[in-house]
């Protein structure tokens, strides 16, 4: 595993009568059994609440697609309700 810079997502709380940014870790990985798989986990821990997501392809298309995949969960944003 890589780690890389952590990565901020929005968030909307409570149907909007709030904003906020959300720090999520990130790494990047291959697997060392099947070093053609590849991909990048975000991951979020407050308290009891924990959000991870993974984004990872197979066959060595991480290298052609990673980025776009990237760019598609790092345009996600969280809504919060209390």
């Known amino acids: 595993m890589t780690p890389e810079e952590p990565v901020m997502f929005d968030a909307i709380i409570n149907d909007g009568a709030m ?8 790494v990047g990985f291959t697997a060392a ?4 798989l590849a991909g990048t986990t975000y991951a979020l821990r407050s308290g009891d609440y924990a959000l991870i997501v993974t984004a990872a ?6 290298a052609a697609r990673g980025e776009e995949m990237r760019s598609f969960v790092e345009s996600a944003r969280a809504d919060v309700s209390y």
């Open 33 to 36: 059994q099947l070093p053609e």
């Open 57 to 62: 392809c197979g066959a060595g298309e991480y």
């Open 19 to 26: 904003t906020a940014k959300l720090s999520f870790a990130r």
